[in-house]
């Protein structure tokens, strides 16, 4: 199973934008124009990595329930608003667990792609650091399925907010 790079589709095409103007184009307006282009190609693109962050999900769980992996994690049920990038960064880890306990080499490429999907995306919050909230070890532990379905929810208050 091939796994695409999904957060570097738009890239690429502003790249050989950048490129094309470059070359043809060594005007003062068509240096701004390059500028412009490449700058645009760094910038994040939050509403496709949230959904694609979905999408991968959606996979991960459909592969696990044919392997039938078995773990608990640590899985915040009941995210707070003002909390949910704490709650994030708990999924976050977590998903590494399930990484490294998979031998299946489809839910470890779709795990890295989707950690680094939330993370760019998550890039300017990052350092947000929430008062009130629980700790990834103070949270329940709980089976993977429940565990992917808390994660969607919480991807869900993400995605609305972009």
Known sequence: MRISKQYLRGTSIQCYLCLLLNSHF????????????????????????????????????????????????????????????????????????????????SIKELVDNLIILANNSLSSDWNITESGCKECEELEEKNIKDFLESFLHIVQLFFNLS
């Open 26 to 105: 060594l005007t003062e307006a068509g240096i701004h124009v390059f500028i412009f282009s490449c700058v645009s190609a760094g910038l994040p693109k939050t509403e496709a990595n949230w959904d694609f962050v979905r999408h991968d999900l959606k996979q991960i769980e459909n592969l696990i329930q044919s392997i039938h992996m078995d773990a608990t994690l640590y899985t915040e049920s009941n995210v707070r608003p003002d909390c949910k990038i704490t709650a994030m960064k708990c999924f976050l880890l977590e998903l590494r667990v399930i990484s490294q306990e998979s031998k299946n080499n």
